[in-house]
């Protein structure tokens, strides 16, 4: 009996041996094993609100272009001839009262002057100056507030009976030099070609500033 413990002892003691020998801290590393499927993409997050401009340098909305209108253009009535009905004389001048008509136009704006047939049937409206028949029909602007019309023969003759039964002015202020076509300068959203006045038709220039008769 005394036999058997011993050999039980010793076999308890070798395998606690064995079991101390074999410890994770002195095997070797086992492979890698392979990766696993990649897992699902999560929702996008909603973006964010725009902030809001600062006060300083942020552009404001673009205006629309304002139409051509008539509110710094001056225009009258018909005013009848004064000239005498037959003219004795090779020239004749007479004054035309123009309120309205400042340095300032004279300077750098338009003047415009029509005379108009009410006799003959097609009530012709020409703009001065005008040769007609044998007579040169036109007009000078001396001052503010005035305008002179004159009429003169190309022969010497007396002018004789008048042609012109009324007359019209229309005063256009600054941005248009003498002849040519000029350019207003403003913003690229303002600038605007600016016609020839002198040589658009009566009723272009009507339309254009939207005049009425």
């Keep these: 009996m005394k036999t058997r413990k011993i050999r039980i002892l ?3 003691a070798v ?77 004749a001048g007479i004054d035309l009262d123009a309120p309205g008509l400042t ?18 049937p097609s009530n012709e409206i020409f703009p001065l100056p005008q040769i007609i028949s044998n007579d040169n029909h036109g007009f000078r602007v001396n001052s503010p507030e005035n305008i002179r019309l004159t009429i003169s023969s190309l022969n010497g003759a007396a ?19 003498a002849g040519g076509t000029t350019i207003v300068i403003g913003s690229k959203a303002s600038k605007q070609e600016i016609p020839d006045y002198s040589k658009m038709s009566y009723q272009e220039i009507m339309e254009f500033f939207g005049i009425e008769e």
């Design 10 to 12: 010793i076999h308890v």
């Design 15 to 91: 395998l606690g041996l064995l079991i101390a020998s074999c410890s994770a801290e002195d095997g070797a590393t086992g492979p890698i094993g392979p990766a696993g499927p990649q897992g699902e993409q999560g929702t996008a997050g909603a973006d964010g609100a725009d902030g809001a401009d600062g006060a300083d340098g942020a552009d404001g909305e673009q205006g629309d272009q304002g139409d051509t209108g008539t509110a710094n253009v001056i225009y009258s009535d018909w005013i009848d001839s004064e000239f005498d009905a037959n003219i004795t004389d090779p020239a």
């Design 159 to 177: 002018v004789g009976s008048r042609v012109i039964e009324d007359y019209r002015y229309i005063l256009i202020p600054g941005g248009q030099p």
């Design 103 to 120: 340095q300032e136009i004279i300077d750098q704006g338009t003047v415009l002057v029509y005379g108009r047939n009410i006799v003959l």
